[in-house]
């Protein structure tokens, strides 16, 4: 769906969010980080967290021992994702978007998924003229450069997500039933 199409269905959402994958998957080496960012140790603590209570919310019999594990390697792990990096997140917004952030936050999660092993930054902007301005140069949602994922809100509840890579958004989920 053109991205046009999608503002205006969703015109009265007030808030919006773009995702930036921060690891990456190596089968031979398992996790790796993409060091540059100066992400924080209470950031990755927090992330890690996040993703803790997620998986001891789900029923006991979910709980795999491969997702305990995992948690557990990474708050060991946590020097791996902390490299000092130079690059501030902030860094990544682009020019017309800066006066638009609302707030960013480092995750396992995004609006498009829940990734066990690849730590995400997660901006949040105002949906306003200058944002939309932004968002328009692109003909999809699926034409997003390095931001992807775009999530669309409405008083802070979810009212559209759209999974860049993958080529999927929640109103192809609506349309196909």
């Not at 902030?90 to 480092?106: D, F, G, T």
């Amino acid at each position: 769906m053109e991205m046009k199409e999608i503002l205006n269905r969703f015109s009265d959402c007030d808030t919006f969010s773009l995702s930036l994958g921060i690891s990456r998957h190596n089968k031979k080496n398992g996790i790796l980080p993409i060091p540059e960012y100066n992400i924080s140790r209470e950031e990755y603590k927090n992330a890690v967290e996040e993703l803790r209570k997620h998986i001891e919310s789900k029923p006991y019999n979910c709980n795999t021992d491969m997702e305990i594990g995992l948690i557990n390697k990474l708050a060991m792990r946590e020097s791996l994702f902390l490299p000092n990096g130079k690059k501030d997140p902030k860094e990544e917004i682009p020019e017309e978007l800066k006066e638009s952030l609302i707030r960013y936050e480092v995750s396992f999660f995004n609006n498009a998924s829940i990734c066990y092993d690849l730590l995400s930054i997660n901006y949040y902007f105002k949906l306003n003229e200058e944002s939309k301005k932004y968002l328009l140069k692109f003909k999809t949602d699926f034409d997003l450069d390095y931001l992807d994922d775009l999530a669309l809100y409405k008083n802070d509840k979810l009212m559209f997500s759209s999974n860049t890579h993958e080529e999927y958004n929640s109103l192809e989920e609506y349309s196909s039933n």
